[in-house]
């Protein structure tokens, strides 16, 4: 297997992350060697029973869409440890795997501001997301945020209409339209930034991305400015 359909299998294997996977690469030289080791090769190298069924599993039709989202040439897949990887990000203890990226990878090392909130803000708090976001877009900084409704759309909206640079990081596959209403935004975002996703192709809105979705946001950013939220809020 190449080292790219490596990474890509290892980027779906559930309860993987970065410190797990860094453990591993102590005991073999590449990722292509981890997905083709025997059984017995990866218990004595610390995989969890769990990983070492997933990877004995047939994953071939994952692959291959995998692969397919890949021909796009905006649509890419940074690896953990490679040199586009978001040192900050890197530093978290459940660093994901991979990041899926539509846009530019390279914006991933800027230095980013996250701006989050509200999915129902009020009109003011959508007004002060939108003119805190373009005005440290002007300052230089990225702005990082969820790509929900709300707040996180306004902060990528006033970063656009400053001319600078956003993230949006989704708690789905790229390849989902989510939010539906959104979709000009992902185009934009695509032209001035990027879209990531720690979840495959074909990942759907499940509740529970949501949350891990937050600890990548927080991750890429020297800080976070909520702008809105109610005290129970993610």
Partial sequence: MDELSAWLTLGRAPGLDGAALQSLLAHH?????????????????GATASLIEWLQANRELDLALDLKWLEHPEHHFVAWGSPL??????????????????????V????????????????????????????????????????ALGIDAASHE????????????CGTGLDVDYPKQHRGLAE????????????PVG???????????????????????????????G
């Avoid at 529970?208 to 909520?226: C, M, Q």
């Fill in 29 to 45: 030289p590449s990722p292509s060697s981890i997905v083709s080791a025997s059984p017995a090769t990866l218990r004595a190298s």
């Fill in 85 to 106: 990887y978001p040192t900050l990000l890197a530093q978290i203890p459940d660093a994901p795997v991979g990041l899926y990226v539509r846009g530019d990878p390279s």
């Fill in 108 to 147: 991933l090392s800027l230095p980013q501001i996250a701006i989050v909130g509200s999915r129902n803000p009020t009109p003011t708090g959508r007004e002060n997301a939108h003119d805190f976001a373009a005005h440290l877009a002007t300052c230089g900084l990225v702005i990082t945020s969820g790509f």
């Fill in 158 to 169: 006033g970063a656009l209409a400053a001319g600078g640079k956003t993230i949006a990081v």
């Fill in 188 to 199: 934009a975002i695509a032209r001035s930034g990027a879209l990531i996703s720690e979840f």
């Fill in 203 to 233: 990942t759907p809105a499940l509740k529970s991305n949501f949350p891990r979705r937050n600890r990548i946001i927080s991750g890429l950013a020297v800080g976070t400015l909520v702008v809105e939220a109610a005290p129970q809020s």
